[in-house]
């Protein structure tokens, strides 16, 4: 009898570790609420998860207090992404993954049927089976590697066996970037700088502009056909530093600036200069960087024509332009205006009593703020356009100048400085 009871307490003991081993995981303690640290995944039910650019979810369970892929999707199919997004962040999270398996976590993730998946516009935290995976793999595709640029440290990178948990870390500050795996810190740079421009351009995502841009943006789970799983996902957001303000144009050359179309850009007399080639056709020349929100003041003066703008929040395929436009044009069109490129077009026209405020054939400035769904445009002082969208104010990307198309135009601009917001 006694060792019946015996046998029935160490039961007892046994069934209470699992049970509270099972009740530590995604779970935060106080000290982790007071610092801020959210779940992104509570272990029970998909709440704050959707497809991506697709309603509702799909391919994703939960299973045994898991966020789990059901295996069956591939490089375009089976991505889920959190409902906020991110711009600053300290991401923790546990994974395991099936045999042979392949998987990522991808962030500042932009969404849009423009975009087919999100590793088009987010940097990827590459998960693998290292060991046995059935294909060749590069270096940066191992796992801990941020995907097609920089590889995990092979000396402290430490990796537990195929079904057996990982414990990662990804922190995004301000640009600086870590990977870690297990305790130590795999991967280190420093985004958006030359070298990472260079790197960026050399590679897989060479033809793929809008690559890693975007400073804010949607936290994306990939189902690449196999299983994988996640656990204790948890996140804090870390403090948006103040930046200066930032000269867009140097007076010198085109630097970090990029030409789409055949029409003319060019520096003269430290002067920017747009003109029609002989295309007639459309032309853009964008900012290499991503601005969300900012304060944009530039100067320009219409040669001939005019007919110019400013896109904002835009993406750029070829001279196709997703994205809203601060016009530019010759008296009587609408210069301060607000125009959508796809869908809408104009949200607000000028009023015919402050058509006379743009001076055609000399020096004009045009101020543009954007903040959050708020935007407000002002032509020499005045302003012409104040409205709330919130269409805007889901949009991310560059600002770009415009040629407009049919030929004959000539612009100047100098001046253009920006102060990130």
Known sequence: MKNQTLLFAGMVLVATLIFSCAEKQNGLTDLEKQDGWKLLFDGQTLAGWKNYNEPGISKWSV??????????????????HTVQQYDNFELNFDWKIAKEGNSG?????LDGKKFRTPYVTGPEYQLLDDVTFPQKVEDWQLTGADYAMHIADPKVKKLNPVGGWNSSRIIFNNGHVEHWLNGAKIVEFEAWTPDWFRLKNSGKWSKMPEYGLSETGYIALQDHGSKVWFRNMKIRELPKKARSAEKLFNGVDLKNWVAYGTEKWYVQDSLLICESGPDQGYGYLATQNYYKDFDLTADFKQITNGNSGIFFRSTCLGTTVSGWQCEIAPPGMDTGGIYESYGRGWLHQIPDEKENILKMGEWNTMRVKAVGSEITTWLNGQEMTHLTDSLIGKGNGRIALQIHDRGGIKVQWKNLVIQPL
């Open 105 to 109: 976590v991808i962030y500042h993730v």
């Open 63 to 80: 299973e045994n207090g898991c966020l789990a892929a059901s295996g069956t999707g591939s490089d375009s199919t089976g991505y889920i």
